[in-house]
């Protein structure tokens, strides 16, 4: 029965360690979810035309076109998750939202 019990407090401790782990995630975007889904969206096609050139120059077009006022913040987030440069956005990131 203490087993059981044991169990049980386990699993609700690992829920409500991803549940926080996950808000604190949503408070760290430097931008809306939609945006990052719409630049994923945009980096994909665009590495379906041209190859990454290691570093952030598609990223860094996309934001300034929807008008983002912090670019740099936004990229240093990106590196902070795996995202040195627009092919490791989508590699390191995207994965990230799902």
């Known amino acids: 029965m203490a087993d059981k019990i044991d169990k049980e407090k386990r699993k609700q ?3 409500d360690l991803r549940k926080k782990a996950l ?3 949503e408070k760290s975007l430097p931008m809306s979810r939609d945006n990052f889904r719409m630049l994923f969206d945009y980096l994909d096609n665009k590495l379906q035309e ?3 050139d290691d570093d952030h120059e598609m990223t860094r077009t996309y934001l ?3 008008g983002v006022e912090n670019v740099e913040k936004i990229l240093g987030w990106l590196r902070a998750k795996g995202g040195y440069c627009d092919c490791e956005v989508l590699a390191n990131v ?4 799902e």
């Open 23 to 25: 808000e604190e995630f």
């Open 13 to 15: 401790i690992l829920i």
């Open 94 to 97: 995207e994965e990230q939202f």
């Open 50 to 52: 041209k190859k990454c």
């Open 64 to 66: 300034n076109v929807i």
